[in-house]
């Protein structure tokens, strides 16, 4: 069966998304998404660092299975999270699983590494006690 792909650091986006974006069809759909994770936890995906549910409606995606913001970049931001995380690129895992994940594996050194470029970081949308938080809840309810 073909699962949905999830990029690897979207784990971190989708658990601090407060409904900002790159324009209103991108925040239509990652609200959307988002809310059907928490929603839903256990649904399984695909782990990727190639484009993925959000990025389809993301300026950025060229729409061939490119992000043209960052392209090789954002790759390898994902490829690092799968290692920091102790997950395979093409795995199977429900998102409660890669919250999980991200609960035991992540700290704040590494979260500043890996995010501490992004524009919604540096906007203050990003911080990592709402990160810790936030994974806290998918992991240890149903939805929410
Ligand atoms: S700082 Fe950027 S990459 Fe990191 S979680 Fe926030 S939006 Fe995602
Ligand atoms: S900026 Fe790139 S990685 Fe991020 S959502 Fe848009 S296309 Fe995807």
Not at 13 to 27: E, H, I, K, P
Not at 44 to 71: E, K, M, T, W, Y
Request: glycine share 6%; net charge neutral; charged share 30%.
């Amino acid at each position: 069966m073909q699962r949905e792909r999830f990029r690897a650091h979207h784990i971190l986006c989708t658990s601090l998304y407060v409904g900002r974006g790159y324009d209103g069809a991108f925040c239509e759909n990652m609200t959307r998404v988002v809310e059907r994770l928490r929603r839903e936890p256990e649904t399984l995906f695909s782990l990727a660092a190639s484009p993925d549910l959000i990025c389809q409606n993301c300026p950025n995606h060229d729409g061939a299975g490119h992000c043209v913001r960052n392209r090789d970049r954002v790759a390898e931001k994902d490829r690092a999270v799968m290692r920091r995380l102790h997950l395979e690129e093409g795995g199977t895992y429900s998102y409660r699983e890669m919250c999980a994940c991200a609960l035991r594996d992540l700290d704040e050194a590494f979260f500043e590494e890996c995010c501490g470029t992004c524009e919604w970081k540096r906007q203050g949308l990003c911080e990592y006690k709402d990160l810790t938080e936030q994974l806290a809840r998918v992991v240890r309810s149903s939805s929410y």
